[in-house]
């Protein structure tokens, strides 16, 4: 039996880009994503180490990463495309909508709207975004018409079992392969044709077998908390840690919350609020005018001690506040 779909017997469109790139910090990495919008913050210590493998062109998108950092991942996905989610094989369960959700399972972004999700070192997934036009041409062409509209309000898993998963990930692993070792002209074809048509219509088929919504594995009680504990967090990052002040907002004790964090963020909430420190002052330091100083930014989030911040900030980041400031300043011809 010949696998191969056959194309919609219309005009090809040109494929706008495919390219694999490595970081070695965030800031890069989200620049890369084009059509997201992240806001991602890193939750272990260590200089980042991102692979990404972008495949793009009208109407779909399709990206393939890799990081070795754990991170809380925020943002949203790109407006007026259907996104899905697949994580790799060996990366186990997932942190989804304050959820837990199986590797198995075929994540739905929120059309147009934010997304959370948490992330351990060693994580790996493909993102595939497709406009609903896009969408409905494939599968009018199967014969498989789907209310794809059902799926904008995102947040779900769908459980589509380990066997069509894998057949999933075989495909888009081969699309991986083609933009890794190059484009000549036969393969740019070959990884145009798996964009635009072979990977969506593998990805209908699926959505016409009617996969189960699972039911995320959570604890309403304990997500709350961590909600409560976060934007608490958030709200007083500049001001000194302060565990106590944090547990109250959260309503649980010190222990329940220590609980509640290692499970959902795999931290401490202690460690939680440090990294959001060093998120901040990085994002100023990132954004900051030739007469600002790292003095003046670490002060303003609550770091005196300049020394020790310098190395606290190095183990969190693999590189010196300096290097974080220098990468701003413009280049004197």
């Known amino acids: 039996m010949n696998s191969q779909i056959r194309p919609p017997e219309t005009p090809r469109t040109p494929l706008i880009h495919a390219a694999q790139l490595q970081f070695g910090s965030f800031d890069g990495f989200a620049e890369a ?44 996905s790109p407006p007026g495309m259907l996104t899905f989610g697949l994580a790799g094989e060996s990366v186990g369960e ?39 036009e896009h969408l409905d041409h494939v599968a009018a062409h199967l014969g498989l018409p789907i209310n794809f509209g059902s799926y904008r309000q995102g ?24 933009v890794a070792s190059g484009s000549r002209k036969p393969k740019t074809d070959w990884i ?13 088929r699926i959505l016409s077998t009617d996969p189960a919504a699972t039911s995320l594995r959570t604890d309403r009680r304990r997500v709350l908390a961590a909600q409560r504990a976060r934007d608490y967090i958030d709200a007083h990052a500049d001001e000194p840690p302060a565990i106590q002040k944090v547990c109250q907002a959260a309503g649980v004790s010190w222990r329940t ?63 010196l506040p300096s290097d974080s400031l220098r990468r701003t300043q413009p280049t004197s011809q």
């Not at 145009?192 to 209908?204: D, G, K, M, T, V």
């Not at 994002?283 to 190395?311: C, S, V, Y």
């Open 33 to 76: 994503t084009r059509g997201w919008d992240l806001d991602w913050r890193q939750l272990d210590r260590g200089r980042l180490k991102a692979n990404l493998i972008r495949v793009a062109g009208p109407g779909a998108s399709i990206l393939r990463v890799a990081l070795d950092r754990s991170f809380l991942q925020r943002g949203g």
């Open 192 to 204: 145009q044709n798996e964009l635009e048509y072979e990977i969506p219509a593998r990805l209908i």
């Open 155 to 178: 947040g779900i898993a769908l459980h589509i079992g380990p066997q069509a998963a894998s057949d999933l990930r075989h495909r888009l692993q081969g699309l991986d392969l083609a």
């Open 257 to 319: 919350l220590n609980y509640v964090f290692r499970n959902i963020f795999d931290v401490t909430p202690k460690e939680y609020l440090q990294a959001t420190r060093f998120h901040c002052v990085r994002k100023e330091l990132r954004q900051a005018g030739p007469d600002t100083t790292i003095g003046d930014i670490a002060n303003r989030w609550g770091f005196w001690h300049m020394g020790q911040f310098a190395a606290d900030y190095k183990r969190q980041f693999g590189e």
């Open 94 to 132: 997932i942190g989804w909508y304050g959820g837990r959700a199986a590797a198995n399972d075929l994540l739905m972004f929120k059309s147009g709207g934010e997304y959370e999700s948490v992330s351990r070192s060693g994580f790996s997934a493909h993102t595939l975004s497709f406009s609903e």
